[in-house]
Structures are given as C-alpha cells and as structure tokens.
C-alpha cells in the first residue's frame, strides 16, 4: 500500500518531461519510482523480527535470527537498524562492567578515601558510574527487597565483603534462611543466628539489646549525644553493624526480636549500631519502622507496589541485562533512586591476620571470644575472670555472664 505515494511523483515528472519536451525527465521519474518500489518488495522478503531476537555480528555480515540482512545498509528496515544498536550498545555496557569489575576486584572491593567513621561499600555499577553506597551518610538502615532468586543474598554478601574491606567495624549476623548464605562471614562476627538454632537467636538478641544499653551508658558518662562525638573526645568505638536475611521471618520469631529490632532501629542511628535487613516483600514491616530504614535497595523484579513504598517509581527505570550480573534499583532518599547492576558470586578474601610481637601476648579478639561462647555450653571460670581483668573487655565480660545465665 506503501507504493502508491510514488505515484504522484511519477506522474507529475512523465507530465512535466512530456509537456516540456525533456523526455529524459520522464523517464528518470519512471526509473526512480521502479527502484524505490523493488527496493520495498525486497525488504518485503525479510519478516518482521521480534524485539527479543537474537543478533549476530560478524566481518562479513549482520545476520538477525537465522536470516542474514543484505550487505547494503540502505536495503534495511528501520526496525534492523534498531535491533542493531541495541546489540551494539549491549555489548559495549557488558564491557564497561566488566572493566568496573576487574577494578574494584585488583582493589579486593576496598573503597579508597573513605573517611573515619564511614560505613562505605562498593554495591555494583550502571552505564554511567560505579556506585558507593554510605551507611551513615545515607542510612542509617538498609532494606533489600526482592522475590526468591532475585539475588538479596548475593548483593549483601557484595556489601559486606566491600564494607569488610574498606573499614573496621563489628558484625552481627542472623540468617533465617539456614546460615548458608552468611557463613563465610561467621568468623568475622560476635556471632550467627539462625532459624535452625532457637537459642542461638535469643541469646544474640540478648547481647545486642546489652550493648545498646551499655552504648548509651558509655555515652551518658561521656556527656556526649552520639558516637561521632563520643569518638571525637578521643573514645574508642567501633561501629556495629546487624545484618539480618529474611527480614520479616526474624521480625516474627518472638517478641525478644522484635522489640530488639526495633529499638535498633529506632536508636541505633546516634549509638553507631546499623541494621542492614533483607526481605522478599515488605508485608509484615511496620511504616514506622520502613521510616528509619532510608537506604533502600530493591531488586529490578521486585512487586511494584512495594518499590512505590520504598519511593521508588519501577516505570523510570531499566533493568541492567549483563550476563553474571544482577538488576536492581538504590534509593538514597529525597526522591534519589538509581538504577544499578551489581556482580553475582562475590565471595570474600581472607583478611591476614596481624601477628603479635615477640614481647606481646596474644589478646583474643572481642569476635573470636564471642564465638567461642557459642561454642561452649558453659564458659569457664577463669575465662570470664580474664575477660574482666582487660578494662576494654569489661563489657564482653558482661556479655559473657549473659550467656551462660541463659544456658542456666
């Protein structure tokens, strides 16, 4: 139907060249609108290709599914010429990630020129940056949202590795999903709960409402508001950070978590203590508590009701298709959201451990000594009594006769 807008292009040339007496314009009309209509009952030949259609790119041709287009560019549909740009432009964003992920993996995911007091992690790239998302800074709390298989567990071990990298800080862990998700991290924490174990999770419930306690008391004595000034007076305190996966499962394993996480939340920011909490739908998460949780990450298959709740608007932004990457949107808060991907099987590197000198003697490490409570069913007398005898250990001490009244 197409050809027939030739046609008064031809007729007014045969009209003008035989009036005129310039045949020779006649036939150029004649022959112009013969090659214009061959040239659409070629591109006539070709089907019409699906948007999902598979491109191949080679030397020596362009082939879309099994049809190989023709040499000469001016013979293809707009619709090839689409689909060709969007494979070029595919590749081209799955070498730059792959140039971003090469990067961060020679740095062993470590941040650089991250401040003191900073919770910085590396979190994945988009075609226009990589992308550092800050705890305190944007936080003080993270959600992730995603369905089952989207990749949460994948993005928070990619965020602990980075956050483990870049700066010290204490590690509590609890993984309603059997502990195999977090596992690699356990060594690193004061402890791991899971669903498995009930008594694992009260009583790590139990240190974390103690240390909440025992950081205002410090804090109190100080006279200092938060920990950014309680470290300014020249105080030692590293900041906690909790991460728990399957967010809604631990809100409902009893009230000891609940009433523990939401004090966290309400509290934690001023005390350094920061919930970073995973979940496949935020059914069964307070607003009050979806309020102090302002870092907010879901992933790119996540219900769209719940983005619209996280602040995100799902209709603004594209998914990230590179293969071994994951797709999912950062909200930063004051309507800042930010597509993103973020690479799968990131797994963390052993941190060496530093050696004491010859003069010295080996002081346990607060997380080692917590885990070996864990361990233990009955801690030794002559443990806690050396625990107390350290006056930075007073508090793992206090810690420590926790548990073992718990056992009791």
Known sequence: MQWIWYLPSMLIGLGFGFSSGYWQLALISVLMVLILIGTQVYKNRYPQFDENS????????????????????????AQWHQLLLAEL????????????????????????????????????ANE???????????????????????????????LLTSLRATQD??????????????????????????????????????????????????????????????????????????????FVAALASGPKALSTIEDIAARGRSLGVHLVAATQSLSGVSRAMLTNLRARVAMSSSDPIDMVQLG?????????????????????????????????????????????????????????ALRQMYSSQEPELDRLQELSSNPDSQLLSRMARLHSSAHR
């Open 169 to 246: 800080f204490k590690l509590a862990l609890f993984d309603y999903k059997g502990g195999a998700a977090l596992e690699e991290f356990a060594e690193d924490s004061i402890g791991i709960a899971t669903d498995l174990d009930q008594e694992s999770q009260l009583t790590l419930f139990a240190l974390l409402a103690n240390e909440l306690a025992e950081r205002e008391r410090l804090f109190a004595s100080a006279k200092c508001s938060s920990i950014e000034t309680y470290v300014a007076t020249g105080n030692k305190l590293s900041r906690l950070v909790v991460v728990v996966d399957e």
């Open 128 to 158: 226009n940056r990589e992308l550092v998302l800050d705890l305190v800074t944007y936080g003080p709390h993270l959600i992730v949202v995603g369905p089952t298989g989207s990749g949460k567990s994948e993005f928070l071990r990619l």
């Open 312 to 368: 995100i608007n799902p209709g603004k932004h594209k998914s990230i298709n590179v293969s071994g990457w994951a797709s999912a949107i950062v909200y930063f808060g004051s309507n800042q959201a930010e597509s993103f991907g973020f690479p799968l099987g990131v797994r963390p590197e052993p941190l060496l451990a530093q050696l004491p000198s010859s003069s010295e003697q080996p002081q346990p490490a607060r997380s080692q």
């Open 89 to 124: 432009s595919k590749a081209s964003t799955g070498d730059y990630f792959a140039l971003a992920l090469d990067r961060i993996k020679q740095d062993c995911f470590r941040v650089d020129g991250v401040g003191e007091g900073k919770l910085v992690s590396w979190i994945g």
């Open 54 to 77: 598979v491109v191949h790119v080679s030397n020596a041709a362009v082939a879309i599914g099994n049809r190989v287009l023709p040499r000469f560019q001016f013979l293809w549909k």
